[in-house]
């Protein structure tokens, strides 16, 4: 795989010097050896990538969208210029905590999701605002009181291929990571993918804390290395690995210790419960009186009793996985509609934990496992709505499933224009409306087109992304019933009429200029 069309280096040098952009831009062909080059002892990336990624790494953030236009121009892929912004985020953010500037990271496969899904004019504008958050995150994570993080190579001797995943699975259970990291890179040398997170999506969805961080960056990890490329895994998982081993056993984030949360007490349900659990347990059909009722227990009862009145349903044949997963989405979205002040971050991350844990449950190898991670999705919902709910005047009084769509008569193209002049000031008056619109087919696609269209061109923070892309992939996966349900929630965090165009994405929008010439 090359980064350009084979082309020899003087040819390229004569072609830049005839361009404007050329000269005032520099290229990976341009640098010297001792520039492209990265220290000894810092992770080097493979060889078509590594002068891509160090391009990024060196150009100033104002003149990004026109570096990577001119390089789009010149032969480099979308997959590539994709593959260089996550690997330079990887290369260069702390992923301790799992959080923060790490959301360049995060954000990878959202602004990926949005870009397939946006309008023709609007398809790379998402990359490009990857890019800008990198650039953003680089320069706060060289601020950080404990310096500015750079991935090193990795030290000591390896497991032997056949010890690397229970070498793994003892260092992650003991807390070390030097070891977890060391086995976790002779996994990502000898096994495949699917090996791998079979192995991981445990870890990741073991720990709630910081707000569902863990299990996001799991998620997202998997899904970013199947658009690029498997060949690039091996730093993305020790990334992963330190992450999810961040806070120790002990530590309390967002109220809870590891021993604090639902994990233990669902891992005893697996061992006891599920051996008792009815044979049609994952069945994917969906009972709306069963969901309605487990929305109102995640609603109402303590994380414990959630899980355990769950097991109990799966066990009596009251409800099957289907049901499950559907009150799990209507409640984390449930959760953003009610979530005022303070609780907002919370619920939209209730939201986008929802998502990676339906993802890894759909990726996970096993039936045990699949019903550990049914158990926490439910418990860390209920631990979601506990935390948001600690200050209670932030949390209003909301039934998701009572939903009612509006009867104004507007037609879609004016009912649009409606819905998106009262975000954000008056989300509520935009539901009923975008309600309505979800229930038909056609109107849904020209709804989300339009909620696209405002995301890519106005979002000024990582969340407006992950939480979009997180209900246009839930709606797909829930019950046809409650499919517009989720599409409605998307007015609870979208950029309206009135906001304004993003600085970096007006020089993203100008440097794309130039592609159509």
């Given amino acids: 795989m090359q980064l350009t069309s084979p082309l020899s280096r003087r040819k390229v040098l004569e072609a830049l010097a005839l361009s404007p952009a050329g000269r005032a831009i520099s290229t990976p062909f341009l640098f010297s050896r001792a520039e492209a080059e990265v220290s000894p002892d810092v992770v080097r990336f493979r060889a078509e990538l590594e002068p891509l990624v160090s391009l990024i790494e060196r150009t100033p953030r104002e003149r990004c969208a026109e570096m990577t236009v001119e390089q789009l121009r010149r032969g480099v892929s979308y997959r590539q210029v994709l593959a260089a912004v996550f690997l330079a985020g990887i290369r260069n953010i702390n992923p301790r905590p799992p959080g923060f500037a790490l959301h360049c990271v995060f954000v990878i496969h959202s602004a990926h999701i949005i870009g397939m899904e946006a309008p023709a004019?609007?398809?790379?504008?998402?990359?490009?605002?990857?890019?800008?958050?990198?650039?953003?995150?680089?320069?706060?994570?060289?601020?950080?009181p404990a310096g500015d993080y750079t991935m090193r190579a990795i030290t000591g001797a390896l497991p032997p291929p056949e010890r690397a995943a229970a070498e793994f699975h003892a260092a992650m259970e003991s807390w070390d990571s030097e070891r977890a990291e060391r086995a976790v890179a002779a996994c990502a040398r000898y096994r495949s993918a699917a090996e791998v997170f079979a192995e991981l999506w445990r870890y990741g969805a073991r720990d709630y804390r910081n707000i569902g961080h863990k299990a996001i960056f799991a998620a997202n990890a998997c899904r970013t290395l199947q658009a690029i490329g498997w060949q690039h895994?091996?730093?993305?998982?020790?990334?992963?690995?330190?992450?999810?081993?961040?806070?120790?056993?002990?530590?309390?984030?967002?109220?809870?210790?590891?021993?604090?949360?639902?994990?233990?007490?669902?891992?005893?349900?697996?061992?006891?419960?599920?051996?008792?659990?009815?044979?049609?347990?994952?069945?994917?059909?969906?009972?709306?009186?069963?969901?309605?009722?487990?929305?109102?227990?995640?609603?109402?009862?303590?994380?414990?009793?959630?899980?355990?009145d769950v097991a109990a349903r799966l066990v009596k044949r009251q409800a099957s996985s289907g049901s499950v997963w559907d009150a799990v989405h209507l409640a984390a979205a449930e959760l953003r509609m009610r979530a005022r002040n303070g609780a907002g971050l919370a619920a939209i991350h209730a939201v986008t934990s929802a998502n990676a844990l339906h993802y890894a449950y759909l990726d996970a190898a096993g039936p045990e496992l699949r019903y550990l991670l049914l158990l926490q999705a439910v418990g860390w919902?209920?631990?979601f709505r506990t935390w948001a709910g600690s200050t209670p005047e932030n949390l209003r009084t909301f039934h998701i499933a009572d939903l009612e769509p509006s009867s104004d008569g507007s037609d879609v193209e004016r009912s649009i224009s409606e819905i998106f002049a009262a975000i954000p000031a008056d989300a509520d008056r935009s539901l009923s409306r975008a309600f309505r619109l979800a229930r038909d087919e056609g109107s849904r696609r020209i709804f989300l087109s339009a909620a696209l269209r405002q995301i890519a061109a106005k979002a000024d923070e990582v969340h407006y992304y992950k939480y979009l892309a997180a209900l246009i992939e839930d709606s797909a996966l829930v019950s046809p019933e409650w499919q517009p349900h989720l599409v409605a929630a998307t007015v609870y965090y979208l950029k309206g009429a009135n906001d304004a165009e993003t600085v970096p994405m007006k020089r993203a929008r100008e440097a794309l200029r130039s592609l159509a010439v």
């Fill in 233 to 308: 895994a091996e730093p993305v998982l020790r990334s992963l690995t330190l992450a999810l081993l961040d806070f120790g056993r002990q530590q309390k984030v967002n109220g809870y210790s590891l021993d604090d949360q639902c994990y233990s007490a669902n891992e005893k349900r697996l061992k006891d419960a599920f051996p008792r659990t009815a044979l049609t347990w994952s069945a994917q059909d969906s009972d709306p009186g069963a969901v309605r009722s487990i929305v109102g227990v995640i609603r109402g009862s303590t994380p414990e009793e959630a899980c355990s």
């Fill in 381 to 383: 919902m209920t631990q």
């Fill in 121 to 144: 004019d609007a398809r790379l504008l998402p990359l490009l605002y990857a890019l800008d958050q990198f650039k953003t995150s680089q320069e706060r994570d060289a601020r950080q």
